[in-house]
Structures are given as C-alpha cells and as structure tokens.
Nanobody
Framework: QVQLVESGGGFVQAGGSLRLSCVAS????????MGWFRQAPGKERECVAA????????YYQDSVKGRFTISRDNAKSTVYLQMNSVKLEDTAIYYC????????????????????WGQGTQVTVSS
C-alpha cells in the first residue's frame, strides 16, 4: 500500500501563508488522483482541494477559492497545497489522500473515493 507523509504544517498568523507537502511512496505517482482534506475540532472532515493525475483538472472548496492552490510534481511523487491569506477558520488538521485512477484524469472530492491517507499535519492560524 502506498504511504503518504505530509509536512509543512505549523503556526501562522491570519493573512499569512503556508505550504503543505505530501510525498507518496510510489514511483508511479501519475496514476493516482490526489486530494487535500481538513478536519477542525468538532467538525466533519472536508475536501479542501483535489487534483487529477495529470494536474489538468482541479477542484476547490468555495471557502478557499482564490486563496489556496493545489499542485503536483509527478517526478517527485509529491502534491502541494499553497495556502495564502489564511483565516482563523482554516485552523485544522490537514490530510492528503490518494486514489488509484489509472488513465482516468478526473478529480474526486469525497472521502469515500480515497483509499490511502496520510497521518495529517496541524495548521493553526492565530489572530
């Protein structure tokens, strides 16, 4: 099973920026669609952004559109989440997730679509 390791979380002031990274333990990263999810205390886990295997199809949750950018580097088996203009409500544990898609080049934004998850990285936004 592919392992995922997130990094880049931490403390950031409101209005600041943070970049999360997620490295997958596979050399065939380009057959997987990827997603970033987050879970705040007392809330359901939700999809923040998702990206297709090629990077050509991307989904963003409305609350992060224009502030967050998802991208991937298939040569490095890595997916990124650039978080700009962060808000207090962005505080959560952020998880990356992976789904085997083969040649299908679509994105997926439901938890059930993903089979592998990282351990999560905490992002805390302060005022």
């Amino acid at each position: 099973q592919v392992q995922l390791v997130e990094s880049g979380g931490g403390f950031v002031q409101a209005g600041g920026s943070l970049r999360l990274s997620c490295v997958a333990s596979t050399r065939t990263f380009n057959i997987y669609a990827m997603g970033w999810f987050r879970q705040a205390p007392g809330k359901e886990r939700e999809c923040v952004a998702a990206i297709s295997r090629s990077g050509g199809n991307i989904y963003y949750q409305d609350s992060v559109k224009g502030r967050f950018t998802i991208s991937r580097d298939n040569a490095k088996s890595t997916v990124y989440l650039q978080m700009n203009s962060v808000k207090l409500e962005d505080t959560a544990i952020y998880y990356c997730a992976l789904r085997l898609v083969g040649i299908h080049d679509g994105f997926h934004y439901t938890q059930e679509a993903y089979g592998s998850w990282g351990q999560g990285t905490q992002v805390t936004v302060s005022s």
